[in-house]
């Protein structure tokens, strides 16, 4: 079994940043996938960003690219990700998840996080 806690969400006005950490216990994931989603209020969980286990490549979403960097710091078991100017429409719950794969839809991967809360106010 895997756990994963995420911190670093809150309260940001645009343009500002914010660093989301996840940091995961049970079993070391250097070899797995790893990737944050997002879940506006009534709207699907989205694909943000993802990084590969073995090669270390990283994905993102066509609304985050140039924004949003994911890292990995395997010595720690966890995984980042840095957003910088940030805008209203990426205010949402994020998400971190585990997989085998870095895939765009949530259903493959395998654990998941209880989610923090970005709030990006105009």
């Known amino acids: 079994q895997v756990q994963l806690v995420e911190s670093g969400g809150g309260l940001v006005q645009a343009g500002g940043s914010l660093r989301l950490s996840c940091a995961a216990s049970g079993r070391t994931l250097r070899n797995s996938a790893m990737a944050w989603f997002r879940q506006a209020p009534g709207k699907e969980r989205d694909f943000v960003a993802g990084i590969s286990g073995s090669s270390g490549n990283t994905y993102y979403a066509d609304s985050v690219k140039g924004r949003f960097t994911i890292s990995r710091d395997n010595a720690k078991n966890t995984v980042y990700l840095q957003m910088n100017s940030l805008k209203p429409e990426d205010t949402a719950a994020y998400y971190c998840?585990?997989?085998?794969?870095?895939?765009?839809?949530?259903?493959?991967?395998?654990?998941w996080g209880q989610g923090t809360q970005v709030t990006v106010s105009s």
């Open positions: 998840a585990v997989g085998r794969r870095v895939l765009t839809t949530p259903s493959p991967y395998d654990f």
